[in-house]
């Protein structure tokens, strides 16, 4: 996902919404693990959501342009 910020402008809404959509599993996904102690890049935790706060804004800027 370390491309998600080169690419994010090209997206339509309904694929942000998506993209979103799975940056949210993903995050959830990862604090499981954190919880458990199965967690081995904590850091990863920190980039999915600072993903989710820039899609999150590409696409409420998406949606108050239509």
Known sequence: ????????GELTAKELEAKLRDLKEEAFNLRLQQTTGQ????????IV??????VMTYLKARLKKA
Request: aromatic letters at 0%; charged letters at 35%; proline letters at 0%.
């Open 39 to 46: 967690l081995e890049n904590s850091s990863r935790i920190r």
């Open 1 to 8: 996902m370390a491309t998600t910020k080169n690419n994010l």
């Open 49 to 54: 959501r600072r993903d989710t706060a820039r």
